[in-house]
Nanobody
Framework: QVKLLESGGGSVQAGGSLRLSCEASGYSLRSYYMAWFRQAPGKEREGVACINADGSTNYDDSVKGRFTISQDYPKNTLYLQMNNLKPEDTAMYYC??????????????????WGQGTQVTVSS
């Protein structure tokens, strides 16, 4: 059974940093394509970053240059390093996994498995 467990969220001031972790169990991270999404109150879930097994990545324009997605295969864990955080980054952050093609997709409906989310709050 595929399970995803996020951690690392919290409250920070604008300009601060956080690192989110997503521990996968029930499968190997190498077998799936992984991504981070976020959802703010009253807004649709949006893609933040995704990564392929070869290490290639794709980012939403709003986080380029500030966020970095990575994965550690021995630890079976996905990460999202978030620097220079802004109040508009405030949201619940979710990791997700999918099979299928190696395209770097940031569409929520393409993903099969989801974690429960971790809250990130950035104050001005």
């Amino acid at each position: 059974q595929v399970k995803l467990l996020e951690s690392g969220g919290g409250s920070v001031q604008a300009g601060g940093s956080l690192r989110l972790s997503c521990e996968a169990s029930g499968y190997s991270l190498r077998s799936y394509y992984m991504a981070w999404f976020r959802q703010a109150p009253g807004k649709e879930r949006e893609g933040v970053a995704c990564i392929n097994a070869d290490g290639s990545t794709n980012y939403d324009d709003s986080v380029k240059g500030r966020f970095t997605i990575s994965q550690d295969y021995p630890k079976n864990t996905l990460y999202l390093q978030m620097n220079n955080l802004k109040p508009e980054d405030t949201a619940m952050y979710y990791c997700a996994a999918r099979r299928g093609s190696s395209s770097l997709i940031l569409a929520p409906h393409e993903y099969d498995y989801w974690g429960q989310g971790t809250q990130v709050t950035v104050s001005s």
